[in-house]
């Protein structure tokens, strides 16, 4: 008998799947490229002074346990970030402050979910919101994006197939991604309405996770869900990992803005949660605080990141698409990139053979469509610079030579 629960076998992360392969294989002396995470520190150091305000709260003796639901400071700062943005008007308690999206994920599945509930994903996904559904006996009901010259959402399919669920089972929350990961796709005001009238016409809690709000290029603008659904209930989630350039700081923010029911109820559960771990990372608050707060000092450091973001996010493009066995989208947002691979005319497998065979036979690690809900697909996180993206392309050009069917 096993001590583990039956749950704990959902709980896996494939973006990091290929990472003690890719540990051996430089352990051995090859060179391996990692285009497989979306980590932005590790190419763009945080700004200074965001680190200056971190050491600050250290030094300050700020070390000790925050109120579990965000300091006062913080909490104002986002409120201040949303009203300025997004023309909301948040009060104090519509806020909880997280350790990261991720936690946000563990809170609103602990809430919501009961042991046969749906919730809406749509593919492809972030892989990370499926673990934290399974893990309490939830099941995704999966609407889609549909790939042509963009990625447009698909909204006739999902309503189709909420029609025919027909109230048999529990649909407790819609999660949308924007902008988006993996296809960087950011979605006009138009779509966000379909979706904010179909979740209301049936009932379920809109979710926007909006975690790279600020990384838009290409001539996108982008529209927060918070703008489209007033009136609705719906939680927002950000953080400062990708905007703010601090994934190891983990803080998350948790928005839920609406004066009704069950915004209210909600509030009132996650803030129970917050208590019951009791504390955030304090000195990673304050500083958080301030990135929001010294906005001269956020616009120099966003906008450098974003110019670069877009010059390696269309580099990629450009390259992949002298790739003849690729098909390719231009991203406006965040800073994946999500080319198609023409299966018929490659001898692999599937996703999962392309990205092992690329970290094996050319060191470039990526991210398998099989683990994104994108068959045929594979993930660039396009971070690093020109010269790698360069170096990389090369060998996965090289490779799809190397596998053409004959
Ligand atoms: C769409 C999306 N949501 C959430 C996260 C994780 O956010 P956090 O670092 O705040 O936990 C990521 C990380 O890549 C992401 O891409």
Known sequence: MSIFSRKSVYAQNLILELDPLAETLAKKGKRVIKLNRGDPPRFF???????????KALRGGRTYYSKAQGVAELVDAVAGRYRRMYGMDLGGQDTIITAGVSESLLFINNALINRGDRAVLFSPYYPQYIPRLMIEGGRPLFGKLSMTDDWELDVEHLSRRLRKMNGKKQVKYMMFTNPHNPTGKVFERKALQEL?????????????????????????KFTSIGQVARGIPHIILNGSSKNFDSTGFRIGFMIVPGSDKVSESLRKKFSQYALVR?????????AVAEAINNRKEHARAIRHMVGEIAKRVNFTVDMLRENPYITVTRPSGAFYVLPRLDMKRLDFKGSRDFVVSALTEKGVQMTGGYSLGAQDHFRIAALPPIDVLEEALTKINDLCIKHARK
């Open 278 to 286: 009791l504390s955030l990372n304090t000195p990673a608050e304050y």
């Open 196 to 220: 904010v009238d179909l979740a209301n016409e049936h009932g379920i809690l809109l979710i926007s996770d909006e975690i790279y709000d600020e990384i838009v290029y290409n001539e996108k």
């Open 45 to 55: 150091p945080t700004p200074k002074y965001i680190i200056d305000a971190y050491v």
